[in-house]
């Protein structure tokens, strides 16, 4: 009986904890889901273990989201196991830059603007784009599972509606908040976030380099001129920069993920941190 069980559920691979939410709001009870990057690591550098690579080699589906380590690794999953379809969560998503600074004026920039993607890949903190992650995810679980096909649909469309009510709240958390406020990030995840709620994220680290001493006395001169009442860092990243200048500001160090599991409560975090409710 238990084999059957097993034998009757898909098994998926995904990339970073927050796809694992989605992935199990849509396939439910149907669908195992193993994940990659393990939670307090880094998807730009991430390595699997090799008792991941047992997950690849049973998987029908990897759900590839764009992060960093899947450049490299990609590839050897797909030889690991050929019968594996990747699926790209970012179709049909309009990436934005990543943040870059403007004081910072030296010709290493324009190196280290090649070395990087120079695309911003965290579009899961939209939950704009999480609706077309949603959708992406919705299509595939019923194109390669057509029996539970309506169980997807239906639990898509309760998903959708979820968003829906995370947006409202968001919006009515920031409603007082001016157009273009900033906020202070020292790695700059929250672009889109940024974006669909008429916000600028004022990051600390730039291409992986955090600021030169000249740099940092500028942003913090930013930061007082624009009210900054907290900064947000990532433990994933050191956050003793961060320290500093909350340190000189007498302002707050937010520990919070994009990474984190609970996706929309987390959102809801940061968004009353933003509005000053913390």
């Known amino acids: 009986m238990t084999s059957t069980f097993i034998l009757a559920n898909m098994n998926v691979v995904v990339s970073i904890l927050p796809e694992q939410t989605f992935v199990k709001k849509i396939g439910g009870d149907k669908v195992n889901v193993s994940l990659m990057v393990l939670p307090g690591n880094s998807p730009h550098t991430y390595e699997p273990k090799p008792s991941q690579m047992k997950n690849i080699a049973k998987a029908s589906l990897y759900f590839a989201i ?8 990609l590839e050897k999953f797909k030889n690991l196991n050929r019968n594996m379809i990747v699926i790209d969560l970012t179709k049909d998503i309009e990436k934005i830059n990543m943040a870059s600074h403007h004081h910072e004026h030296d010709s290493h920039k324009e ?3 090649h070395e990087h993607s120079s695309k911003d890949p965290h579009i899961w903190t939209s939950p704009k784009n999480v609706k077309v992650i949603a959708k992406n995810i919705y299509l595939s679980l019923a194109e390669n599972d057509p029996e539970n096909g309506l169980y997807y649909k239906a639990n898509y469309e309760n998903f959708i509606e979820e968003i829906n009510i995370l947006d409202s709240k968001i919006k009515n958390i920031l409603s007082k908040k001016k157009s273009n406020s900033k906020f202070m990030v020292f790695h700059p995840s ?26 940092l006395i500028m942003l913090i001169k930013e930061a007082k001129e624009e009210n900054i009442s907290a900064i947000f860092t990532q433990p994933e990243f050191s956050d003793e920069v961060s320290k500093v200048m909350a340190n000189e500001l007498k302002i707050e160090v937010i520990k919070v993920s994009p990474l984190a599991k609970n996706w929309e409560e987390n959102l809801l975090n940061i968004s009353n941190a933003i509005a000053g409710n913390h």
């Open 190 to 215: 929250w672009g889109y976030f940024a974006r669909d709620y008429n916000l600028k994220q004022l990051a600390i680290e730039l291409e992986g380099k955090t600021p030169k001493p000249k740099e």
């Open 66 to 73: 764009g992060v960093e380590f899947e450049n490299i690794w």
């Open 111 to 113: 190196e280290a603007h």
